[in-house]
């Protein structure tokens, strides 16, 4: 059975920073594509960033220079550093296995206010 179980969410004040973490088991976690969604109330969840089997990166523009997706396949965990947080970064950021089929974490929420 495979899982994605996201951790490291909370509340952080503008400019602060947090590092989410996603857990993956059942699965081969090597050959999987990654990736970090979000979803802000009453908005559509977005793609945030990706990181490949091969390590290539991409970014949804609002994060670029902020954020920093990267992959330990030891640990089978992926992770997504996020500095210099705003405001608009508030959502439940989910994370994403795909390879043929994909799976889902159930998210974790941030929340970036003072």
Same mark, same amino acid.
């Given at each position: 059975?495979v899982?994605?179980?996201?951790s490291?969410?909370g509340?952080?004040?503008?400019?602060?920073?947090?590092?989410?973490s996603?857990?993956?088991?059942?699965?081969?976690?090597?050959?999987?594509?990654m990736?970090?969604?979000?979803?802000a109330?009453?908005k559509q969840?977005?793609l945030v960033a990706?990181?490949?089997?091969?390590?290539?990166?991409?970014y $949804?523009?609002?994060?670029k220079? #902020?954020?920093? %997706? @990267?992959?330990?396949?030891?640990?089978k965990? &992926?992770?997504?550093q996020?500095?210099?947080?705003k405001?608009?970064?508030?959502? $439940?950021?989910?994370?994403?296995? #795909?390879?043929? %089929? @994909?799976?889902?974490?159930?998210g974790?929420? &941030?929340?970036?206010?003072s």
């Amino acid at each position: 059975q495979v899982q994605l179980v996201e951790s490291g969410g909370g509340l952080v004040q503008p400019g602060g920073s947090l590092r989410l973490s996603c857990a993956a088991s059942g699965l081969s976690f090597s050959i999987y594509a990654m990736a970090w969604y979000r979803q802000a109330p009453g908005k559509q969840r977005e793609l945030v960033a990706t990181i490949t089997s091969e390590l290539r990166t991409n970014y $949804v523009d609002s994060v670029k220079g #902020r954020f920093t %997706i @990267s992959r330990d396949n030891a640990k089978k965990t &992926v992770y997504l550093q996020m500095n210099n947080l705003k405001p608009d970064d508030t959502a $439940v950021y989910y994370c994403n296995a #795909r390879y043929a %089929i @994909s799976y889902w974490g159930k998210g974790a929420l &941030v929340t970036v206010s003072s």
